[in-house]
């Protein structure tokens, strides 16, 4: 099950929407929800909520939120834009209305090569270490690093 947040009401029944059985994630209705409450635009205006149903999806321990359409269905650089900031806000997904849409929204959620190049050196780097503290490209690397790190390369690998 997918409960589709898309009203003031919806987002202050999280709780007992995340309680229920076989709810897998959450996904945002954003353009229903501005609506709902009057709020005009779909950037900063909705960043609150975002985190909120990134934080709630974590709590409850299921996957990353679905974030909201891109009414935007030819301009591939505005898709690509939306699609970066809700993956920026912890989003695992995001909903599309056309299927010319896809091809970016995939792409966007890929770990692009300079974030597995990266990740690859913090993991060389981790393994080498012996558990003594580790710097790559001058930051520090520690064990939420090395995780993040681990993310990205095994999502990397999924998509090859």
Not at 1 to 15: C, D, H, K, T, V
Not at 125 to 134: E, M, N, R
Not at 140 to 147: L, S, T
Request: proline share 3%; with cysteine.
């Amino acid at each position: 099950m997918l409960p589709l947040i898309e009203s003031a009401q919806g987002f202050a029944n999280l709780s007992a929407l995340l309680a229920a059985d076989g709810v897998e994630r959450l996904a945002f209705g954003s353009i229903d929800f501005a609506v709902d409450l009057g709020i005009e635009g779909d950037d900063r205006e909705l960043d609150y909520f975002r985190s909120q149903l990134v934080l709630a999806s974590r709590l409850a321990g299921i996957a990353a939120p679905i974030d909201g359409v891109t009414t935007a269905i030819d301009d591939k650089l505005v898709l690509a834009s939306e699609t970066l900031r809700g993956k920026r806000f912890g989003f695992g997904a995001k909903l599309c209305i056309h299927p010319a849409q896809l091809s970016v929204v995939h792409a966007s959620y890929l770990p692009q090569a300079a974030e597995v190049d990266w990740a690859e050196r913090v993991l060389v780097a981790a393994a080498g270490s012996q558990g003594a503290a580790v710097a790559v490209d001058g930051m520090m690397v520690d064990r939420p690093v090395i995780f993040k790190a681990e993310r990205i390369v095994a999502r990397a690998t999924r998509a090859r």
